[in-house]
């Protein structure tokens, strides 16, 4: 398979693959991060978390909307605004939805994966009456787009470059929230031994709604992330959720370094096998790669020593 | 007589005479063929709620792949029939008579290997139980004897669910892609297209289900169903009690694919496809959505809140097709919230000791009156 290519082409694929690879990784790792901190914490199968992304793309698509028609001298800097709004959007409905539904099923985690199905596909139903079914993508200010020649054969595109960034940043505000902050550390003594959090004084529901909120803001700026790379329709978060849900478990569902190792592993691997492979082989690699790991370490690659 | 009619084993009894009732005389009496095709569909993903039955509802593994096994199945029995479909004289205008059309059209000059044993029908037979029972057995016992149980479990089962259906799209040549294995034409020169055909699948349908559910009534009330249940309330006291839990969560697990199975068999006999629609993430959610709607615990719960919900789909999609997928959630959201062990848990929940009650207070109104004879002598 490497047949017909020098040792210089392969370096530029790989150099590419890899970078694709990286993007990829943004989007598997915020997408995650979300759903990681929710299902490592809480235990709750989130199956709407897709279409919170969703939700938080078609809000960036709403907002460089408006900015074109009613300010469009700012429209260079519409996308700070619209991830703001897609984190606040999302993560309110993601506070209503835990108030309404979730608080009631923590003693059953597989109910909670059933009942946030049903909540994915009323979500989708709504896009699809608001938006239409078509597919919709937004106008790229200027400066986003193009390409740095990085040699000959080599560029990276700006928009990837800005959603690696965007991905550093929020993952660091994540580590900060989970091992520097008072609600962090709630949420540490939550995962470790909900009973003994409780029976010590942490309000265990707030810490859980506040997590489940945070969660879905997240995956609301994923979405936003989104949009820079893909174009948005209903049901494009369906596509992403089983990925996601395979990078949570492989990396260990409590823990942040798993999730970004296995976000990292899974990508990669996925977007080498793309060049030399179909798309779909390479998928299908991938998963089956990632299901035989699962069997070798089931509870993941970083496991948090917890005493049950 | 309430006593009669409360025994929990009674009321099963009556449930299975009620379902063989209505989908032996009265659907069959009541429909058209064409509706009646359709319940026959509906009763193929039955089959897979039984199954959900009897590995979900009374062992607690719930697996989000349950498409897969079904499909693994009708693929199967596809595969005998297209093979019968394209024989030499029916396909003469392809550049390779002899090969089904769109392995033709993929430019494949030869049967692939694993073709071929599908021309013998006994094999084919063999096959739509056995392939997915192996493959359930391969992947449930790398599962449990590694103790990934739960959740963990349920996600895999997810993921394998993608892989097949991407596999299946992506290998055209050899599975006929996205559209499927179409073009399904007689079983053993036995055309099955036409309207008696289609009744005599029916009943023959019908016939498999109440057998099926007969062979998990079977297992269930026996020795080994009690394990199961233990196996779903506390998995580790049955370890320690010396039980290897492993070998029956395998066991039970590779029955309830099989069962699967001979659902996607008779769905391809009746419908007259197969495609990777019924093989992915959505069919297999809905499957499970079928089984929890109907009552995880019951059998016959599962087989009603199949035709039930299937029912309902078909109703509203052909009327408010947009209004389809909100009842839909709405219906999933109210089954997990409200009742949780589904509609046969309504009935034994509050029906069954409201009549007992009405009952009993009609007897002792009447043992009252006979004790205390009037007053007036």
Known sequence: MFGGFTLEELGSIFAMQAFSGLILFSVFLLMALGLAIIFGQMGVINMAHGEFMILGAYMTYLTSNVFEQYVPLLFSAYFFVAMAIAFVVSGALGLAVEWLLIRRLYARPLDTLLATWGLSLIMQQAFRSIFGAREVGVQLPNWMMGSLPVTDTIDVQINGLFVMGLTLVITGIVALLLFRSRWGLQVRAVVTNRTMSGAVGIDTRRVDRLTFGLGCGIAGVAGSAFTMIGSTGPTAGQLYIVDTFLVVVFGGAQSLLGTIASALTISQSQSTLEFFLSGSMAKVLTLLIVIGLLMLRPQGLFVLKVRR | ?377
């Open chain 2, 1 to 377: 007589m309430p006593a009669a009619i409360t025994n929990k084993r009674n009321l099963e009894l009556i449930g299975f005479a009620l379902i063989a009732l209505l989908i032996l005389v009265v659907l069959p009496l009541a429909l058209d063929i064409f509706r009646l095709n359709l319940v026959g569909k509906y009763l193929t993903y039955a089959f897979v709620a039984v199954g959900l039955v009897l590995c979900w509802g009374h062992t607690g593994i719930l697996s989000l792949g349950q498409g897969v096994f079904f499909g693994l199945g009708g693929y199967c029995m596809a595969m005998f029939l297209k093979l019968e479909a394209s024989s030499p004289a029916n396909t003469k205008i392809q550049s390779t008579p002899g090969i089904p059309d769109f392995m033709d059209w993929n430019q494949i000059t030869e049967l692939p290997f694993f073709w071929v044993p599908f021309k013998s029908f006994p094999f084919t037979l063999i096959a739509v139980i056995a392939v997915p029972a192996f493959f359930a057995f391969v992947l449930s016992a790398a599962m449990f004897k590694r103790r990934v149980g739960g959740v963990y479990f349920a996600i895999i089962t997810q993921a394998l669910a993608a892989v097949m259906t991407i596999l299946i799209i992506g290998q055209q040549g050899y599975t006929g892609g996205i559209n499927g294995i179409t073009d399904l034409r007689t079983l053993l020169g036995w055309d099955i297209r036409t309207d008696g055909a289609k009744y005599i699948l029916y009943f023959v349908c019908c016939l498999c289900l109440l057998g099926t559910m007969f062979l998990a009534r079977f297992v269930l009330t026996s020795k080994l169903g009690r394990i199961l249940v233990a196996v779903r309330d506390k998995e580790d006291r049955v370890r320690f009690s010396g039980y290897d839990v492993a070998n029956f969560k395998i066991f039970i697990f590779c029955l309830a694919s099989a069962i699967a199975a001979i659902g996607g068999a008779m769905f391809t006999l009746q419908v007259g496809f197969m495609s990777p629609s019924f093989v992915g993430i959505v069919p297999s959610i809905e499957m499970v959505i079928f089984c929890a709607v109907g009552g995880r615990h019951s059998l016959v719960g599962a087989v009603v809140g199949t035709l039930l919900v299937n029912w309902g789909k078909t109703l509203f999609s052909e009327s408010f097709p947009e209004l389809w997928l909100f009842a839909m959630g709405g219906l999933f959201i109210a089954v997990v919230l409200a009742f949780p062990r589904g509609l046969a848990g309504l009935v034994t929940d509050q029906m069954i000791p409201f009549i007992s009650k009405l009952m009993s207070r009609s007897r002792a109104a009447s043992e009252q009156a006979n004790a205390q004879p009037a007053p007036a002598e």
